[in-house]
């Protein structure tokens, strides 16, 4: 129990070795300015302790050379280390654009994950090693903290909210995961196991799964079965906004400019949908709060996000040229379709 307490965490990701080179770094160089003033300042106390009563200091003013070393060099040295600080912190924050996206939902006191390929998981998650991983993370309650040692990151999971975090594992293995912030009684329970294996066994371990059909095919399925297609038609004649291309394209608000259709702003125009109303729309959506749960918000998201643009394509006016090939996906299908996906997971 001891050793594993002191060991240090393995170093299993992309960033892990410049993280421990900045950490340590940092240590030595907070540890030797602590060290160098307490012994500078004992040496001064003896060097130059008052010997007779009637002894005066002597004063030295605007003793250049001193100034210009003491105020120069600790700033060049922490705004070089406030430089790679942020150039580390950017590249923790932004996931690379060919990134595998998982989900992740937390609850007292578990962690349910969902693969793009449909197979969900709780309390372990299966990645392949050389390919990013970004997470987008929301909690069904409280607020928890997904935090992968050996991988050098964590991040707080919110309600509400969708927050991200990613990695790329370099090599096989068996990690920890843990919950990084107290969420109640069982918060120490909170653990789980990320598996980080091969392309070729990350691959057979992806087909022995998902007899649901992948993420975005549960989507669909549930746009039919809530009653999504009756308003959101496909040809840009609908009621409702055609959804045809919508992911991470810029989106006109009535009264509030233009916002980016990410996962968050899908999510919120689902819960809430009267927070932000599509420019040329009436305010006709009910709101389906409490209604649907986290993990299928997320499904519904990647279907969205599944439907198109058409490869190749322009995205499609908000006013509606019609796309006549739907969604870019194997497997999904425009309003209508029956061909939910059910085959085996798509190479990704
Ligand atoms: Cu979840 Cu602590």
Excluded at 247 to 275: C, F, L, N, W
Aim: charged share 20%.
């Amino acid at each position: 129990m001891r050793t594993s307490i002191a060991s240090w965490p393995a170093s299993a990701s992309t960033i892990a070795q410049e993280y421990n080179l900045f950490f340590w770094l940092m240590v030595l160089l907070c540890g030797t300015v602590t060290i160098g003033i307490a012994v500078f300042l004992i040496y001064s106390m003896i060097r130059y302790r008052r010997r007779r009563d009637d002894e005066m200091g002597q004063q030295i003013r605007n003793y250049i050379p001193a100034e210009v070393t003491w105020i120069g060099l600790p700033l060049l040295i922490f705004f070089g280390m406030f430089a790679w600080g942020a150039e580390l912190y950017m590249k923790i924050k932004r996931p690379p654009d060919d990134s595998i996206t998982m989900y992740v939902v937390a609850k007292q006191w578990m962690w349910k994950l969902q693969h793009p390929e449909g197979q969900r998981e709780i309390n372990e998650l299966h990645i392949p090693v050389g390919r990013p991983v970004k997470l987008v993370m929301t909690s069904q309650d409280v607020i928890h903290s997904f935090f992968v040692p050996a991988f050098r990151t964590k991040q707080d999971v919110l309600p509400n909210r969708y927050t991200t975090t990613w990695f790329e594992a370099t090599q096989p293995g068996k990690f920890h995961l843990f919950c990084a912030e107290y969420c109640g009684t069982k918060h120490s329970g909170m653990i789980g196991w990320i598996y980080a294996m091969s392309p070729a066994d990350y691959q057979q371990w992806l087909e022995t799964g998902a007899a649901e059909g992948s993420l975005a095919s549960q989507g669909e399925k549930l746009f039919h079965q809530y009653g999504c297609a009756n308003c959101h038609h496909f040809d840009g004649h609908g009621p409702c906004p055609d959804l045809i291309g919508l992911y991470d394209r810029p989106v006109q608000i009535k009264d509030m400019g233009t916002v980016i259709a990410d996962d968050s702003y899908i999510r919120e125009s689902i819960v809430d949908p009267r927070a932000k109303i599509v420019l040329g729309f009436d305010d006709i959506m009910p709101t389906f709060k409490g209604q649907l749960t986290e993990e299928q918000l997320v499904q519904l998201i990647a279907y969205v996000k599944a439907l198109g643009p058409p490869p190749g394509a322009e995205f499609p006016g908000s006013s509606g040229s019609t796309p006549h090939d739907y969604g870019t996906q194997k497997g999904i299908g425009g309003p209508g379709s029956s061909a939910i996906s059910t085959g085996p997971p798509e190479k990704r």
